[in-house]
């Protein structure tokens, strides 16, 4: 990966207020906008601006994140109706060009990639009625679009929206673990912000004592198809990336799990070990 350096500038001064987010030498803005917020987004430049943007919202029940993408030309007034029409969304990212460097067919093509983005990584459920098309462009203009893409996936993650990306693939250098209980068995190995289960690992039919937070995530991955009935178990259509390792192992036994304990080599180390012998 080559460094970067990300400016993220809090208008206000207030961290969960309005926050501005750049790339050093390149004309991408984005700004999170709190929906109690929206007054202040109005006096803004980017109001004005052609961009795509993300309404971002948590289920009340199951805290299940809810997405809706959009573009707009210009994006503010868009967004306003969105106020009156949509109430889900607690917060909104919007993306945009300094000058005149994002056009409509730009944010079209924005909103149909993070659209399918989104809904291949299946980490959130999408409000959308449709999936966007993506718009016929010359190569140079996909060549710029995508080139905004790559900075809006770069800036994501650091805003809290980590919604768009698959889980990194295995390298050959990665310490790969498995689980056994419950008649079932899965297969993982740790990633820098969890824990990813491997594309035809078992999860358990019945649960035993799980927390809340496991049975929505197990009742979401079974909705999404990502965990899919195959008889005696369920089994996992694609490698799918949990907050924890523990997270990981209680949805796949659907039971109570300490996951750096229960996650073992072929040799029979646990997770825990692994981790404290890095130091």
């Known amino acids: 990966m080559t460094p970067v350096s990300i400016t993220l500038f809090l208008p206000n001064g207030e961290p969960m207020g309005l926050r501005v987010i750049e790339i050093s030498g390149h004309t991408l803005t984005g700004l999170v906008v709190p929906r109690i917020l929206f007054h202040e987004f109005k006096n803004r430049d980017e109001y004005k601006r052609t961009g795509v943007y993300i309404l971002v919202g948590a289920n009340d029940d199951t805290s299940d994140i809810t997405l809706y993408v959009g573009e707009a030309d210009p994006a503010g007034p868009r967004l306003e109706a969105h106020i009156k029409n949509k109430d889900f969304w607690s917060y909104a990212i919007i993306f945009t060009a300094q000058g005149n460097g994002m056009n409509k067919a730009h944010v079209q093509h924005l909103e149909s990639r993070l659209h399918t983005l989104a809904a291949n990584a299946k980490k959130c459920t999408l409000d959308n009625g449709n999936s966007p098309t993506l718009p016929t462009l010359k190569e140079s203009q996909k060549a710029e679009a995508e080139g905004y893409l790559n900075d809006i996936l770069l800036c994501l993650p650091i805003l809290g929206a980590d919604y768009f990306s698959l889980p990194p693939k295995k390298t050959q250098t990665t ?51 990502v965990l899919v009935d195959k008889g005696g178990a369920y089994e996992l259509q694609q490698d799918y990336e949990f907050n924890s390792p523990s997270l990981a192992g209680a949805c796949m036994i659907g039971g109570q799990c300490n996951g750096r304990k229960m996650w073992k080599t072929k040799d029979g180390k646990t997770l825990k070990q692994i981790q404290d012998a890095r130091g």
């Open 175 to 225: 310490v790969e673990f498995s689980i056994s209980a419950r008649g079932i068995t899965a297969f993982g190995y740790e990633s820098t912000k969890g824990f990813i289960v491997q594309k035809g690992s078992q999860a358990a039919k019945t649960t035993a004592k799980i927390r809340t937070l496991v049975k929505n995530t197990r009742d979401r991955l079974v909705k999404q198809s």
